[in-house]
């Protein structure tokens, strides 16, 4: 009885269409681009914490993935990265993490303590030539004699 209504007030589909939630006329299908073949991106996860460099060799990593390992005993660092082809080996690399301390906060006390002793050499090679030339009565250039002795 529902459908022979539907019928009569202007087709069937109309009243099928109106009632159902899954059918958008508006809908068109997403248009492929064939011109250019996107190639697939690897995937990055989380960083995962190792004891050593063999458990992060031996930790399993899906296709397309790339996963990171951060050794908590040694300063180093892991990636392993598996293609999107399963005959392919995985690619593993290690990385030594060395800490950088900025040069802004070393350079004004350094530069000072640099002039500083600069200063103090040159006292002492003043203090030198001067004993030299008078406990000596040698005609040997000072120099030598600071070399030598």
Do not use: C, W
Not at 28 to 45: N, R
Not at 95 to 124: F, G, M, S, T
């Amino acid at each position: 009885m529902i459908g022979h209504q539907n019928f009569q007030n202007g087709g069937y589909n109309q009243g099928f269409t109106f009632n159902n939630p899954l059918y958008n006329p508006q809908y068109s299908p997403p248009q492929q681009s064939q011109t250019q073949a996107q190639q697939p991106t690897i995937q990055y996860s989380s960083i995962v914490i190792v004891r050593n460099e063999q458990e992060a060799r031996n930790y399993p990593v899906g296709l397309g993935t790339s996963v990171p390992f951060k050794n908590e005993n040694e300063p180093y660092m892991y990636t392993k990265t598996m293609g999107f082809n399963q005959l392919e080996q995985p690619v593993f690399k290690k990385y030594k993490l060395i800490e950088e301390i900025e040069a802004e906060e070393i350079a004004p006390a350094h530069n000072a303590e640099i002039d500083e002793l600069r200063a103090q050499i040159n006292d002492l090679r003043e203090l030198i030539k001067s004993s030299i030339s008078k406990s000596s009565g040698n005609k040997r250039n000072s120099k030598e004699e600071v070399v030598n002795d």
